[in-house]
């Protein structure tokens, strides 16, 4: 518990700001520590179409760790999120950052130790906007934050369907709303009937979908043939084929790919 009273303690020294809040394990960890500081943070949830999670489960795991109001934010993403560049995180974190009000008061998210040194070009863009990030600062790491943030009351179901759906689409194929609701629905699909919050539904081009899994008992669900008919037939409205990964779901690659590249 060092690490959870010692973000507690940095929200004593930083009392006031806006949290860009996701509902995850990582910024719940930031507002349940900056509430049992007593700071005056408010948090901000952007709905740019690419959430796995809905407004009415982020009002809810805001209360849940101690905030009396969610800030919620609705954005159609530019022409530069839905090209999808390999830099589309940044153009995506500067479009969010540039609608935080600008009244002087400081930012902060929910970027933990974990992340430093991935390839993550909207880091670019929290830094530009001098973005804080108290569990990068402390040393907490993804792994930590999860036991942290259920200590302030989080409710892990909502954290576990906080995820980004942009990232599912390989890099230059756009990030069209068909193909957005094709993942969003594929991914619902085996969670409610696995619980298998880590289900990874990607596209890797024109034609292909692929299905990465991580739970046993979703393995085991693809046996049945009229799931597949049913998985093929929500896949299919974007995609010519709709494969199963053998292996197990995984950070997403086309990342590992750039900074593979990157470093030759």
Same mark, same amino acid.
């Given at each position: 518990?060092?690490?959870?009273?010692?973000?507690?303690?940095?929200?004593?020294?930083?009392? +006031?700001?806006?949290?860009?809040?996701?509902?995850?394990?990582?910024?719940?960890?930031?507002?349940?520590?900056?509430? +049992?500081?007593?700071?005056?943070?408010?948090?901000?949830?952007? =709905? =740019?179409?690419?959430?796995?999670?809905?407004?009415?489960?982020?009002?809810?795991?805001? &209360?849940?760790?101690?905030?009396?109001?969610? +800030?919620?934010?609705?954005?159609? $993403?530019?022409?530069?999120?839905?090209?999808?560049?390999?830099?589309?995180?940044?153009?995506?974190?500067?479009?969010?950052?540039?609608?935080?009000?600008?009244?002087?008061?400081?930012?902060?998210?929910?970027?933990?130790?974990?992340?430093?040194?991935?390839?993550?070009?909207?880091?670019?863009?929290?830094?530009?906007?001098?973005?804080?990030?108290?569990?990068?600062?402390?040393?907490?790491?993804?792994?930590?934050?999860?036991?942290?943030?259920?200590?302030?009351?989080?409710?892990?179901?909502?954290?576990?369907?906080?995820?980004?759906?942009?990232?599912?689409?390989?890099?230059?194929?756009?990030?069209? $709303?068909?193909?957005?609701?094709?993942?969003?629905?594929?991914?619902?699909?085996?969670?409610?009937?696995?619980?298998?919050?880590?289900?990874?539904?990607?596209?890797?081009?024109?034609?292909?979908?692929?299905?990465?899994?991580?739970? $046993?008992?979703?393995?085991?669900?693809?046996?049945?043939?009229?799931?597949?008919?049913?998985?093929?037939?929500?896949?299919?409205?974007?995609?010519?084929?709709?494969?199963?990964?053998?292996? &197990?779901? &995984?950070?997403?690659?086309?990342?590992?790919?750039?900074?593979?590249?990157?470093?030759?």
């Amino acid at each position: 518990m060092e690490k959870q009273e010692a973000l507690i303690n940095w929200f004593k020294k930083h009392t +006031k700001g806006y949290l860009l809040f996701s509902g995850g394990f990582d910024s719940s960890a930031v507002l349940g520590a900056a509430m +049992k500081a007593g700071a005056s943070i408010q948090p901000i949830w952007v =709905n =740019n179409g690419f959430n796995r999670a809905k407004a009415n489960d982020m009002l809810i795991q805001a &209360r849940n760790l101690g905030a009396s109001d969610l +800030k919620i934010i609705e954005v159609t $993403p530019g022409e530069m999120v839905v090209a999808n560049p390999e830099r589309r995180c940044y153009h995506c974190k500067s479009h969010i950052l540039s609608l935080v009000p600008k009244d002087g008061q400081p930012i902060y998210d929910g970027t933990t130790a974990s992340d430093l040194g991935n390839y993550r070009p909207g880091k670019q863009a929290l830094d530009e906007y001098k973005v804080q990030s108290p569990l990068a600062e402390l040393g907490i790491t993804s792994w930590e934050t999860k036991d942290i943030a259920m200590a302030f009351g989080a409710d892990p179901l909502f954290a576990e369907h906080e995820s980004c759906l942009a990232t599912r689409i390989n890099y230059n194929h756009l990030l069209t $709303p068909e193909r957005i609701k094709a993942i969003y629905e594929v991914e619902n699909y085996i969670i409610d009937k696995t619980g298998d919050f880590h289900v990874r539904c990607r596209i890797d081009d024109a034609d292909h979908m692929r299905i990465e899994l991580s739970k $046993p008992e979703s393995f085991a669900l693809i046996v049945e043939e009229k799931v597949r008919e049913e998985l093929f037939e929500i896949g299919n409205k974007v995609s010519l084929f709709v494969t199963i990964d053998v292996k &197990r779901s &995984r950070p997403n690659e086309y990342d590992k790919r750039i900074k593979k590249e990157g470093e030759n």
